[in-house]
């Protein structure tokens, strides 16, 4: 693995991870309030197209990472519409 394909995938796991206390706290207490509305949508719709991006270019960590935080970030925001 070269150092570029390890600052890759560190990134990618680290952001990747980083929605997990959020995910986890809205499935177990169905509290939306603090999550905006418009920051979610913008921010799904940004992570599909990194996800799109990484798809192109075959760069798996991206697309792996992408991935994983496209259908948290998706759960959320559909908590988010249906529990508002």
């Given amino acids: 693995m070269t150092l570029t394909d390890l600052i890759g995938t560190l990134a990618a796991i ?45 760069a798996w960590p991206v697309v792996i990472a992408n991935f994983v935080t496209l259908a948290l970030a998706s759960a959320i925001l559909i908590m988010k519409l249906r529990y508002k």
């Fill in 14 to 58: 680290l952001t990747t991870v980083s929605f997990l206390p959020q995910a986890l706290h809205t499935f177990r207490t169905k509290d939306v309030r603090g999550i905006s509305l418009g920051m979610y949508s913008v921010f799904t719709l940004g992570v599909a197209f990194w996800l799109a991006y990484g798809l192109l270019l075959q």
